[in-house]
């Protein structure tokens, strides 16, 4: 029992729960548990970045919001499929499957939001040439 100014005892008794359950401490992480870790986390981000792209593609096709929220709502459920799978090969298999599948659904003129580079209002208005700076100070001078 984990109270303010508790003690010792049920600390201990704690701890030993913990390696009789097999459990390992902090900081002894052993090398194959390390490099299965890592390899987990570089999944889990090729995760959310496959996420993302499918989402930013179903965009560039939907004509309507509503038909782009139906779109994600079956886009997410397809995700939620498998959210539960923890075999590496298989989330690799998975990851490899998807990524193909959103390199031939990609719209050929994907949506850029206006404002950002290779949209339509980006660098609208040019800089200032110099000379016409210069021109601008004299004037109120």
């Known amino acids: 029992m984990w109270v303010l100014g508790g003690s010792t005892k049920h600390k201990g008794q704690f701890q030993s729960r913990a390696k009789a359950r097999g459990e390992e ?8 548990s ?16 496959l996420y993302r792209r499918s989402l930013k593609n179903v ?34 298999r998975l990851l490899l499957k998807g990524e193909t599948r959103l390199a031939k659904l990609a719209h050929p003129d994907p949506y850029i939001v206006p ?5 339509s209002k980006y660098a609208r208005n040019p800089a200032v040439p110099p000379e016409a700076m210069k021109e601008a100070f004299t004037i109120y001078q």
Request: hydrophobic fraction near 40%; glycine fraction near 4%; proline fraction near 3%.
């Open 59 to 92: 965009l560039s096709w939907a004509m309507d919001r509503d038909l782009f929220y139906n779109e994600a709502t079956k886009l997410r459920e397809e995700f939620e499929e498998h959210k539960n799978v923890n075999d590496l090969p298989t989330i690799d």
């Open 115 to 119: 404002w950002a580079p290779g949209g």
């Open 25 to 32: 401490r902090r900081g002894e992480m052993s090398a194959m």
């Open 34 to 49: 390390a490099s299965i870790a890592a390899q987990r986390a570089l999944q889990k981000q090729r995760v959310r970045l």
